[in-house]
């Protein structure tokens, strides 16, 4: 079977002129299996935002290839890499990133409707979602009258919408307290397993990175196992 992302010798730097070249990538090889949940572990600036957004096809990188699915994506145009994003890959931030001015339950039936789905399925979908990670009573509620861990649950429901393959989070409970941050992750790695999608979570709790399958650390650009 294809692997649901694989990375192979992926580079990138930015450029700010030459005496200030940054180099992030270097390198970097990844094979994620259908089903497998990964950690992304690295200090901050070490090139976990960067990496992501690369697989995430947000990003292009400078050398390198990106398989989704076993499908090549790095020479793709934009329309065929928006579809990719929007049908095969579920992304999360730290911060939730929902609009405002929606409710919950429209923030997950909206990326539905851009993929064509009738509108009916869409709300059945987004209901459902809801209740498996506990916010059947916040459906209609905006994105303000919910918690930060409320809100970040509906970010993954979001997510997980168009039902992808794969989910990438950058550092998805970060911007929790402590306490929440257990919960709100236990959450997310059940919806995962439920769904059978790969995941490459980057995490800086060195705690939750230990109830992935596999813990990844960044070194010198390069993607290294623990
Ligand atoms: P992490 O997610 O591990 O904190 P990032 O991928 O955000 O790391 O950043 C890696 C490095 O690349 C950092 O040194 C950062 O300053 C640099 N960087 C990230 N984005 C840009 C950009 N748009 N322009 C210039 N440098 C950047």
Not at 13 to 26: A, D, F, M, S, W
Not at 171 to 197: H, K, W, Y
Not at 206 to 222: F, I, K, T
Request: hydrophobic residues 40%.
């Amino acid at each position: 079977m294809n692997d649901a992302l694989r990375l192979e010798g992926i580079e990138k730097g930015y450029h700010l002129g030459k005496p200030n070249e940054i180099r992030v990538l270097n390198g970097a090889d990844l094979a994620l299996a259908p089903g497998e949940m990964a950690a992304l572990v690295a200090p901050s600036g070490a090139g976990k935002s960067t990496l992501l957004h690369i697989a995430g096809l947000l990003d292009t990188a400078d050398a390198g290839r990106v398989l989704i699915g076993g499908e090549e994506m790095s020479g793709k145009g934009d329309r065929a890499r928006t579809r990719a994003r929007r049908q095969r890959i579920g992304f999360v931030y730290q911060f939730h990133h929902l609009l405002p001015e929606f409710t919950a339950a429209e923030n997950i039936v909206l990326p539905q409707l851009a993929d064509g789905t009738d509108p009916k399925i869409a709300r059945a979908r987004a209901e459902d979602l809801l209740g498996r990670v506990g916010l059947s009573h916040r459906l209609d509620h905006r994105p303000a009258e919910m918690s930060g861990g409320e809100q970040q649950r509906t970010a993954f429901c979001r997510a997980l919408a168009n039902a992808p393959s794969l989910l990438l989070a950058d550092e998805p409970t970060g911007n929790l307290d402590p306490g929440s941050s257990d919960t709100v992750f236990d959450t997310l790695v059940a919806l995962v397993r439920e769904t059978g999608m790969a995941a490459l979570i980057a995490t800086h709790n060195l705690e939750l990175a230990g109830r992935m399958d596999r813990v990844l650390r960044m070194q010198e650009g390069r993607l290294v196992a623990t």
